[in-house]
């Protein structure tokens, strides 16, 4: 089931997307819900951020193909733990959605790149979860984009700038609820070029594992957003660039890349 977050005229409301069309729902998409008779054109929608997470998490260096270019690119000497994940955040201020514009800040120097990811949306409050229980707590998954700006990445203590601007965390277009989360192809194309090209099988810590790490420290909620990583080496967009993210069984993530005013 593929469970969309839109707004029609002023309204924002959920549906299921069937074909070309989004069915209304009535209830709640984390616990109960119906689907209504109402339903409209995907053409005459705006497509939101499938939640509104109150957190958004990223695993750092996740696929060993990252790492070289990290060493390479970003002068990291050490290499993270196979032991555990290193999750950080994003700020909730960074949320972007399908269609919507990433917009590169007046003041980067470094190159804004694109890590083309798959995103876990949680689906119940998870807190202490086993590895084995983690997916358990899981609504489905979607098409995420951690947007960077290298040298702020490289330059900075933190990754608050470089990964947490405004419209660095795309994700969409919806909520697919039946996925396998251990083998999902994903695809990066900039103006329909393939850039990226990464499977989860290859997550060094694969979702079950970072979700029930996070869990142990901080109680994630029903609509945050856990991200996969990325792999491979990245380059930087420019202005009037187009971004897809485009996930076997989930769907394609499109953004339109621009200068800020």
């Not at 994003?90 to 514009?101: S, T, V």
């Not at 876990?120 to 997916?135: E, F, K, N, S, W």
Request: hydrophobic content about 35%.
């Amino acid at each position: 089931m593929k469970i969309a977050r839109f707004r029609q005229k002023r309204r924002a409301a959920y549906g299921v997307v069937e074909g070309d069309e989004v069915a209304e729902i009535r209830g709640s998409i984390f616990t109960r819900f119906r689907i209504t008779d109402t339903r409209h054109n995907l053409g005459d929608v705006e497509l939101l951020a499938p939640t509104a997470p109150l957190q958004i998490w990223c695993p750092g260096l996740n696929f060993a193909e990252h790492l070289e270019f990290a060493g390479s690119v970003l002068g990291v000497e050490k290499t993270p733990g196979s032991r555990h994940p290193e999750p950080w955040q994003k700020g909730r201020n960074a949320l972007n959605a399908h269609e919507g514009r990433i917009v590169i800040p007046k003041d980067s120097w470094g190159g804004v790149h694109y890590e083309g990811e798959a995103v876990a949306v949680i689906g119940r409050q998870c807190r202490r979860v086993a590895p084995d229980q983690a997916l358990n707590h899981v609504l489905g998954f979607t098409c995420g984009n951690d947007i960077s700006e290298r040298a702020w990445q490289r330059d900075d203590w933190t990754f608050w700038r470089a990964k947490g601007s405004d419209t660095f965390a795309p994700v969409g277009p919806w909520i697919e609820t039946d996925v396998d989360p251990a083998n999902l192809e994903m695809v990066v194309r900039l103006n329909g070029g393939e850039v990226q090209r990464a499977n989860t099988r290859d997550m060094l810590h694969d979702f079950p594992t970072v979700i029930s790490y996070i869990s142990q420290q901080v109680t994630l909620y029903a609509g945050d957003l856990v991200f996969s990583g990325t792999t491979g080496s990245t380059t930087a967009m420019k202005p009037d660039d187009v971004v897809e993210v485009d996930i076997q069984g989930i769907g394609v993530l499109r953004n339109y890349v621009h200068s800020e005013e």
